[in-house]
C-alpha cells in the first residue's frame, strides 16, 4: 500500500511538473511579448493619426531590405555584433570573475550596417545610380537616422500610453502555493521508510486572490 501510495505521489508530481513547464514554455517566449508590445504600440499610434493634418499611413518602425539599417536576422535571438576587443574581454571576465557565459550562444556577424543595401539601388548599363528629385528624397528618407529614430521615439511614447492605461485597468492577481516536504526514515510513525511530498495549487480566496484597480483621482480600490 505504501509503494503504492509513493507512486501515486510521483505521478502526480510529475504531471504537475509538466504543467508548469507548458505553461512557461507558452507563455514567456520573446516573440509573443514583442508581437503584443508592436500591437499595441501600433493601435495606438493608428487611433492618433486619423487627423487630414498629420496623417500617418502604415506607420512601422521595421525597415525594408533597401535600407542600409535593415537587420536581417531574428529579432527575438539576434547575433552579436563585432565589439571593441579590449571592452569586449570585460564581458567574459572582471577581475578574475567569469561573466554571462551565453553571450555568443545566437553566434556573431561582423557587420553593424546591412551590407547588401547597395546592391538594392537602380543603376543604368553603365553602373551609374540615376535619381531624380522624388527619387533623391526617397533614398534620403530610406537612409535617414533621424527619421528613423523619430519613428522608434513615437513607437516608444505609444508604449508608454499603453503601460498607463494598463494601471488604470482592473488587475486580477492570482496566488499559487507550493510546498515541498521530505521525511526521513526516523521520522515517527514512519517505520523506518523515508518520504517526500510536493503540493502545487491555488492559494485560497480569501488570502491568495485580490482585485485592485486605480482611479485618475488617485485613488485605489483593493478587494481581496
Given at each position: 500500500?505504501?509503494?503504492?501510495?509513493?507512486?501515486?505521489?510521483?505521478?502526480g508530481?510529475?504531471?504537475?511538473a509538466?504543467?508548469?513547464l507548458?505553461?512557461?514554455?507558452?507563455g514567456?517566449?520573446?516573440a509573443f511579448?514583442?508581437?503584443?508590445?508592436?500591437?499595441d504600440?501600433?493601435?495606438?499610434?493608428?487611433s492618433?493619426?486619423?487627423?487630414?493634418?498629420?496623417?500617418?499611413d502604415?506607420?512601422?518602425?521595421?525597415?525594408?531590405?533597401?535600407?542600409r539599417?535593415?537587420?536581417?536576422?531574428?529579432?527575438?535571438?539576434?547575433p552579436?555584433?563585432?565589439d571593441?576587443?579590449?571592452?569586449?574581454?570585460l564581458?567574459?571576465?572582471?577581475?578574475?570573475?567569469?561573466?554571462?557565459?551565453?553571450?555568443?550562444?545566437n553566434?556573431?556577424?561582423?557587420?553593424?550596417?546591412?551590407?547588401?543595401w547597395e546592391?538594392?539601388?537602380c543603376?543604368d548599363?553603365?553602373?551609374?545610380?540615376?535619381?531624380?528629385?522624388?527619387g533623391?528624397?526617397?533614398?534620403?528618407r530610406?537612409?535617414?537616422?533621424?527619421?528613423q529614430?523619430?519613428l522608434e521615439e513615437?513607437?516608444?511614447?505609444?508604449?508608454?500610453?499603453?503601460?498607463?492605461?494598463?494601471?488604470?485597468?482592473a488587475?486580477?492577481?492570482?496566488?499559487?502555493?507550493?510546498?515541498?516536504?521530505a521525511?526521513g526514515?526516523?521520522?515517527?510513525?514512519?517505520?523506518g521508510?523515508?518520504?517526500s511530498?510536493?503540493?502545487?495549487?491555488?492559494?485560497?480566496?480569501?488570502?491568495g486572490?485580490?482585485?485592485?484597480?486605480?482611479f485618475a483621482?488617485?485613488g485605489?480600490?483593493?478587494?481581496g
Open positions: 500500500m505504501e509503494c503504492t501510495a509513493s507512486r501515486s505521489v510521483a505521478v508530481t510529475v504531471a504537475w509538466l504543467v508548469l507548458t505553461c512557461v514554455v507558452g514567456c517566449g520573446r511579448y514583442r508581437q503584443q508590445a508592436d500591437a504600440a501600433y493601435c495606438l499610434v493608428d492618433k493619426a486619423t487627423n487630414p493634418h498629420w496623417p500617418l502604415d506607420f512601422t518602425i521595421q525597415l525594408p531590405a533597401e535600407s539599417m535593415y537587420d536581417p536576422f531574428d529579432p527575438d535571438f539576434p552579436l555584433p563585432p571593441d576587443p579590449h571592452s569586449h574581454q564581458m567574459h571576465c572582471v577581475y578574475c570573475k567569469p561573466g554571462y557565459p551565453c553571450w555568443h550562444a553566434g556573431d556577424t561582423p557587420y553593424v550596417a546591412n551590407p547588401y546592391s538594392y539601388l543603376r548599363a553603365d553602373g551609374r545610380l540615376m535619381l531624380d528629385i522624388d533623391a528624397v526617397r533614398v534620403a530610406l537612409h535617414s537616422t533621424d527619421f529614430s523619430q513615437l513607437y516608444l511614447s505609444a508604449l508608454d500610453v499603453s503601460f498607463e492605461r494598463f494601471r488604470f485597468d488587475q486580477f492577481f492570482g496566488g499559487l502555493g507550493t510546498s515541498f516536504t521525511d526514515p526516523a521520522r515517527p510513525g514512519g517505520g521508510q523515508s518520504r511530498v510536493l503540493a502545487a495549487g491555488t492559494a485560497p480566496a480569501s488570502s486572490w485580490r482585485m485592485n484597480k486605480l483621482t488617485g485605489e480600490l483593493v478587494v
